[in-house]
T-cell receptor, first 113, second 112 residues
Framework: EAGVTQFPSHSVIEKGQTVTLRCDPI?????LYWYRRVMGKEIKFLLH????????ESGMPNNRFLAERTGGTYSTLKVQPAELEDSGVYFC???????????FGPGTRLTVL | RKEVEQDPGPFNVPEGATVAFNCTYS??????FFWYRQDCRKEPKLLMSVYSSGNEDGRFTAQLNRASQYISLLIRDSKLSDSATYLC?????????????FGKGTKLSVKP
């Protein structure tokens, strides 16, 4: 069974540009989570999808971040416009139900210059 | 105050040593508890869940003290492959993982 995949693995952009991160969950996993680790800090929750619906987006830092999961399969996280403090590693995780283990993807390392 | 606090380490131990990590959490309403392992520049992976009665998985033993809001992980007979960062994780949802709340992690380095 293929694991959670994320694209790109690395992204370097300039402040003010737009970046879109993609996450493909494990097939059949209805629950999809986004997390972020900023340098020197702990991994923090951003939001949770159940199928195509946003279950909880309480961790989204501001309205420059937009997450979508059209069709309930893969998800995108767009940052527009990017700021320096958005640099970090963005992890996606998926689980079959919200009671099951979350499996993490390898992350996207975002650097905003 | 951080929601989940851990000693960042690093813990440098020789092979075969026993090492213990501790973690405290601030919200007494926390329901579920876990230890995750994260290798350098990799994703976190679930190591084990932590139950009130304590639980063991091979060389790893986890304990939970709800009264003190304290979680521990004991690793016996350390192997070189145990070198990683160990993340203490809690959730607010009973019987489920829900949204994970992470500590910053404790780094372990096992030396030959």
């Amino acid at each position: 069974e293929a694991g959670v995949t994320q694209f790109p693995s690395h992204s370097v952009i300039e402040k003010g540009q737009t970046v879109t991160l993609r996450c493909d969950p494990i097939s059949g996993h209805d629950n999809l989570y986004w997390y972020r680790r900023v340098m020197g800090k702990e991994i923090k929750f951003l939001l949770h999808f159940v199928k195509e619906s946003k279950q909880d987006e309480s961790g989204m830092p501001n309205n420059r971040f937009l997450a979508e999961r059209t069709g309930g399969t893969y998800s995108t996280l767009k940052v527009q416009p990017a700021e320096l403090e958005d640099s970090g590693v963005y992890f996606c995780a998926s689980s079959r139900t919200n009671a099951d283990t979350q499996y993490f993807g390898p992350g996207t390392r975002l650097t905003v210059l | 105050r951080k929601e989940v606090e851990q000693d960042p380490g690093p813990f440098n131990v020789p092979e075969g040593a026993t090492v213990a990590f501790n973690c405290t959490y601030s919200n007494s309403a926390s329901q579920s508890f876990f230890w995750y392992r994260q290798d350098c520049r990799k994703e976190p992976k679930l190591l084990m869940s932590v139950y009130s009665s304590g639980n063991e998985d091979g060389r790893f033993t986890a304990q939970l003290n709800r009264a003190s809001q304290y979680i521990s992980l004991l690793i016996r007979d350390s192997k070189l492959s145990d070198s990683a960062t160990y993340l203490c994780v809690v959730t607010m949802y009973g019987g489920s993982q829900g949204n994970l709340i992470f500590g910053k992690g404790t780094k372990l380095s096992v030396k030959p």
